[in-house]
Nanobody, 115 residues
């Protein structure tokens, strides 16, 4: 299992940008995939974006063209660049990793987008 620590959440106005970071406790070179999920009260956690070890990405339709996921294996960190934020992007964002079949989750970081 790998420990994940998110950072970068906060309050932003609609149309603004934020970058989330997810720092892993060990090398992420072999972790496949890594990604970001989000959850709002009363709703299931949903996939926002994922990235494979080879750099292939996958996005929820609601964020395509606005969010970009990337990974820096040298820094053991995955990023989520969020642009043109909307109030409906408000949620707790969780970092996710699958290492050798074991799922790991971060503690979550709150993103609030005001209208």
């Amino acid at each position: 299992q790998v420990q994940l620590v998110e950072s970068g959440g906060g309050l932003v106005q609609a149309g603004g940008s934020l970058r989330l970071s997810c720092a892993a406790s060990r090398t992420i070179f072999s972790i496949n995939p890594m990604g970001w999920y989000r959850q709002t009260p009363g709703k299931q956690r949903e996939l926002v974006a994922a990235i494979t070890r080879g750099g292939r990405t996958n996005y929820a339709d609601s964020v395509k063209g606005r969010f970009t996921i990337s990974r820096d294996n040298a820094k053991n960190t995955v990023y989520l660049q969020m642009s043109t934020l909307k109030p409906e992007d408000t949620a707790v964002y969780y970092c996710y990793a699958n290492a050798l079949g074991v799922d790991s989750w971060g503690q979550g970081t709150q993103v609030t987008v005001s209208s």
